[in-house]
């Protein structure tokens, strides 16, 4: 019966929105005519239109985007986490480190990426390197509180057991910060396509074909492109689904065993 | 060099030991031996140093003044020997309890084949064989201690040091762990330190209590406990129990 609703529900109202969607365009239409009506508010169709004519650029775009998106976000998983090992490693380390670290933190991004595509060129490089400085930050935050707020009476078991401090970090501190982790790969998984977007913006060029999906944007804003612009905002959405789908997908693979954040139901 | 063992020599040895952290003084010269086989409790007001002084026998603090051994050891060498039950059952909620289990003797290297075994026999011992699968979220407070107990047990210790491990379980749960305790006691023979705030179960498990007073911890009173070796659930109705555990209620209210 909830499952029903769960689906029923969202289907209305999905109706609803479409059926007030097309009587404010179709209003609009009335009173501006349809030419102006279409680059303003398109009908739900229109748009369908536009994406099924564009299909093939904006694949490609949207190709672009996802891979910028990757590689950033497991650049931004994977140093994060050897940092925060590092920062967690010793206490002088994290002193002197972690405030600069938040310094960075505190700058918008969008600032440094006129920088970026100074430094590194238009493209690619810099707009995996603006996702990268986007998801970097939450990793790198959630995983040195896990890491260093390990459970005191565990440390002291371990202390009992005579373990190495290799033991300590692999047995006990890397999987008790695991949780902590995942949160900021779920963070950074859902700033990752946002910020391949933004680097377009900023640095995308069209060098070898077409550019990502910040490009397109840009290229149809020009144009006047209204229900193209409406038809990349769906194919955006759509990536920045599938990303934290499969982020989420691995944070509950993960954790379902012992974690309270997964763990829907008790067994007995 | 090699020392032979004397069987007079205490197992643990608590000479003028102090412990301050900073200027307040916790513990306060401290003199106590306990033979091989002896079961300890200590009991005494809330904030009076009994987890303070277990933790020094366990090494886990270092005593600011005085000296205390284990067989003649610096308690940090002689970890090998001991084994520390904690207040909660401080398990890895991202280990099966079997696995949980092994910990110890993974930590200390054991061949997984020869842990695994040692793993089982001792939670058949503690009667948890049916659970060998489950995560710690899925048991009981109770069952939680059972494996934690078993945990201790794997390395076969000489010393157990257990800090108020049934505080938080309910009397039916806690008089069937202490009967179970004894009973795993009779056939190990090893030596316990036991912090509880309950009369009643120091009286149930140990052959000395020792009361503590508060600020700062010092050795109020060593009460012998003069009751059978064996003992079961049925001892809790004699009247020489509860008369004794009356008197170790006089003398916690005494040290206040």
Redesign the interface.
């Known amino acids: 019966m909830n499952k029903l609703k769960a689906i029923f529900l969202p289907f209305i109202s999905g109706i609803l929105l479409l059926g007030i969607w097309y009587s404010v365009a179709f209003v609009y239409a009335k009173n501006e005519g349809y030419e102006v009506q279409r680059i303003v508010i398109p009908f739900p169709h229109q748009i369908v239109e536009a994406l099924w004519d564009e299909r093939a650029i904006l694949w490609i775009a949207t190709r672009q985007t996802a891979f910028a998106a990757l590689v950033g976000f497991i650049a931004a998983v994977t140093f994060g986490y050897v940092l925060s090992m590092l920062l967690a490693s010793a206490v002088w380390v994290k002193r002197s480190l972690y405030p600069w670290i938040l310094v960075l933190q505190m700058t918008p991004v969008v600032v440094l990426a006129p920088i970026f595509v100074l430094w590194i060129g238009q493209g690619l490089p810099s707009i995996t390197a603006i996702t990268f400085m986007i998801g970097f930050f939450p990793v790198v935050a959630n995983t040195t509180m896990g890491l260093i707020s390990t459970d005191r009476n565990l440390i002291e078991l371990f202390e009992m057991s005579n373990a190495s401090k290799t033991q300590e970090i692999a047995y006990l501190r890397v999987p008790y910060a695991m949780p902590y982790f995942l949160t900021g790969m779920k963070i950074a998984g859902t700033l990752a396509p946002i910020g391949a977007i933004a680097g377009d913006l900023f640095a995308g060029s069209s060098q070898g074909g077409v550019g990502g999906i910040g490009f397109m944007v840009i290229l149809y804003n020009s144009q006047v492109k209204v229900p193209e612009l409406f038809a990349t905002a769906f194919v955006a959405c759509f990536l920045g689904f599938i990303f934290v789908g499969c982020v989420n997908w691995l944070h509950w693979m993960l954790l379902k065993n012992w974690h309270e954040s997964v763990r829907a139901t008790d067994i007995e | 060099m090699l020392i032979p063992p004397n069987p007079d020599t205490p197992l643990v040895k608590i000479e003028n030991a102090s412990k301050c952290f900073g200027d307040t003084i916790v513990l306060d010269r401290i003199n106590f031996s306990a033979k091989k086989g002896d079961f300890v409790s200590l009991v005494g007001p809330s904030g009076c140093g009994k987890s303070t002084f277990l933790k020094l026998i366990?090494g886990?603090h270092l005593a600011s003044e005085g000296s205390v051994t284990i067989d003649g050891l610096d308690p940090k060498n002689a970890?090998?020997e001991?084994?520390?039950i904690?207040?909660?059952a401080?398990l890895?909620?991202?280990r099966r309890v079997l696995s949980n289990v092994e910990?110890?003797s993974?930590?200390?290297g054991v061949s997984k084949r020869k842990r695994q075994e040692t793993a089982r026999e001792v939670l058949e011992l503690v009667g948890l064989s049916h659970a060998l699968r489950h995560?710690?979220?899925?048991l009981s407070g109770g069952m939680k201690m059972r494996v934690s107990i078993a945990r201790a047990l794997t390395l076969s210790p000489k010393l157990l040091l257990l800090d108020e491990p049934f505080g938080a379980l309910d009397e039916m749960t806690r008089d069937k762990l202490n009967e179970d305790l004894l009973r795993i006691k009779a056939r190990d023979g090893w030596t316990a330190f036991f912090v509880t705030h309950s009369a009643a179960e120091a009286v149930f498990l140990s052959n000395q209590i020792i009361v503590l007073s508060a600020k700062p911890g010092r050795i109020a009173e060593v009460i012998n406990v003069k009751l059978p070796a064996f003992r079961d659930a049925d001892l809790r109705e004699t009247s020489e129990y509860l008369r004794q555990v009356a008197n170790v209620s006089r003398s916690i209210r005494k040290a206040h």
């Open positions: 366990a886990l970890r090998e001991m084994a520390f904690f207040q909660d401080n890895l909620p991202w910990l110890s993974q930590l200390r995560f710690p979220w899925q």
